[in-house]
C-alpha cells in the first residue's frame, strides 16, 4: 500500500507514466438498495478517487440479488468491463464495495487491470495525508488489519502448482510466513499506538479542567474553516475528502472564558472497520469532549444521509450522548443551488424562515444556519457556543466565583 497516491503498482496492469491514473467505477445494486442510492454512493466514489489522484471516465452498475462469490458482478458485465477497459486504455477498476483476496486475484486475472475496492482507496488517501508519527501508524494498522485476512486470497496463484512434486508445502510455508509478519507488525504497531495514547492522556490531562469543544462531521463539510473563523488560528483546509487527519487543538479566549477547540477527521459511510478501530485514539478527543459541534454541509444533496452517518460513528465510539449544536454550513452554496437569480427579497427570506423552521423542528433549539465561508450566522453560534461554555463551567466549578 503506498502513500503516493493510487500508483500501487502491478504487473498486469499497463503504467501510465504522465497525467493522473484513468479509473473505472463499478457498484452493485442489491437486494434493498436503489438505483439512486448507488449512483449517489458512486459519486462518492468518484470524490474519494479524485481525492486520490484518479481521473473517473466510466461507471457500470450492475443489479443482482448477492454479490458473485468469486467474481463480484457477473459474468457478462465482466466482460463488458474487459473491453471497455482495454479499448480506453484504462488503468485500474475501482468497487464501491470490499472485495476478498480471491476476489481481487480473479478479478486482476480477467481484467488484467489494477483492482482497487473502496476500503483499499480509503486507506490509500489516509497513507497520502498522514503527516504525524501517530496518523502515520494507525494507517498503517488499518492496513495490516485489512491485509491479514485477504492473504490467502492472494496467494491463489500458487493452486497452478497443486499438481507438481514438493510444490504445494513451500508454498503453504511461504503464506505462513507472510502471515507471521504481519501479525507481528500488527502487534508492534498497537504497542507503539498505546505508547502514543499514553503520551496524550498525559497531555490532555496537563491541559486542566478547560471545557473542551470537538467540531465533528461528514468530510469536506467545511469543519477546518470554520475552526479558523473561531480560533483564529491557520488549519489547513482543502475541498477534498479527508484533508485533514490528526486532531487539531487551539485555546481559544471569548470574553475572558477560555475553552479547547479542536477540529477531527471527516466521518464517511462505509468507512473500514479497521481505520475506526486504528483512529480509536484520535477520536477520544471526540469522546471526551464537553459539547459538540456537529457541522454539517446543508448544500450536499445527500446532507441528511451525511447527518445520519455522522450520528451513527459518535453512537459507536461512545460518544451519542455528548451535548450537541448542529451547525448547518455552507447556506451560500445552498441559495446558489436552490434560488433563482430572479427570486425576491421577500419570498427567498420567506423560504428561509421555513427552511430554519423544519430544522428546528427536526433537530431541537441547539441548531444554527451559517457560511464559514462568508462569516454569515458565525455571530448567532457564538453567541449560543458561549451559553453553552459558561453553562458547564457552573456547573463544573459551582462554588467558585468566576466574572464568566
Do not use: C
Not at 306 to 334: C, W
Amino acid at each position: 500500500m503506498s502513500g503516493q497516491g493510487l500508483n500501487i503498482g502491478d504487473a498486469k496492469g499497463k503504467a501510465r507514466t504522465t497525467g493522473p491514473e484513468r479509473a473505472v467505477l463499478v457498484g452493485l445494486i442489491t437486494t434493498g438498495q436503489t438505483e439512486s442510492q448507488v449512483e449517489e454512493y458512486l459519486d462518492e466514489l468518484e470524490f474519494l478517487a479524485h481525492t486520490a489522484g484518479a481521473e473517473s471516465v466510466k461507471r457500470f452498475t450492475q443489479k443482482l440479488p448477492q454479490p458473485d462469490a468469486r467474481t463480484f458482478i457477473g459474468k457478462g458485465k465482466l466482460e463488458e468491463i474487459a473491453q471497455y477497459v482495454e479499448d480506453r486504455d484504462i488503468d485500474l477498476v475501482i468497487f464501491d464495495d470490499d472485495l476478498s483476496g480471491k476476489q481481487v486475484h480473479i478479478l486482476e486475472e480477467a481484467l488484467k487491470r489494477k483492482i482497487v475496492d473502496r476500503s483499499t482507496l480509503i486507506l490509500d488517501i489516509f497513507a497520502a495525508r498522514a503527516q504525524t508519527a501517530q496518523a502515520k501508524t494507525q494507517v498503517e494498522l488499518a492496513q495490516m488489519q485489512y491485509l491479514l485476512p485477504r492473504l490467502r486470497g492472494l496467494w491463489t496463484h500458487l493452486e497452478r502448482q497443486r499438481g507438481g512434486i514438493g510444490m504445494r508445502g513451500p508454498g503453504e510455508k511461504e503464506i505462513e510466513t507472510d502471515r507471521r509478519i504481519v501479525r507481528d507488525k500488527i502487534a508492534r504497531l498497537k504497542g507503539e499506538l498505546e505508547k502514543i495514547d499514553r503520551q496524550n492522556v498525559t497531555q490532555r490531562k496537563s491541559r486542566g479542567e478547560l471545557v473542551r469543544v470537538a467540531l465533528v462531521g461528514y468530510t469536506n463539510v467545511g469543519k477546518s474553516t470554520l475552526m479558523n473563523l473561531l480560533s483564529k488560528s491557520d488549519v489547513f483546509a482543502e475541498n477534498k475528502l479527508f484533508a485533514t487527519l490528526d486532531t487539531t487543538v487551539r485555546k481559544v479566549v471569548w470574553e475572558a472564558m477560555p475553552f479547547l477547540l479542536s477540529d477531527t477527521v471527516g466521518f464517511i459511510r462505509k468507512l473500514p472497520h479497521h481505520l475506526v478501530e486504528s483512529f480509536k485514539s484520535t477520536l477520544d478527543e471526540v469522546r471526551e469532549s464537553d459539547l459538540l459541534l456537529h457541522v454539517i454541509d446543508m448544500a450536499h444533496p445527500q446532507y441528511e444521509d451525511h447527518l445520519r452517518t455522522v450520528t451513527q460513528t459518535l453512537l459507536d465510539i461512545g460518544a451519542s450522548e455528548k451535548p450537541v449544536i448542529y451547525v448547518f454550513n455552507k447556506m451560500d452554496a445552498y441559495r446558489s443551488l436552490h434560488f433563482d437569480a430572479l427570486l425576491d427579497e421577500p419570498t427567498r427570506l420567506e423560504i428561509e424562515a421555513e427552511l430554519r423552521e423544519t430544522l428546528h423542528s427536526r433537530h431541537g433549539e441547539n441548531m444554527v444556519i451559517l457560511s464559514a465561508k462568508t462569516s454569515e450566522g458565525v455571530p448567532e453560534l457564538r453567541s449560543m457556543m458561549t451559553e453553552a461554555i459558561r453553562n458547564i463551567y457552573e456547573i463544573r466549578y459551582p462554588y467558585q466565583t468566576r466574572k464568566w
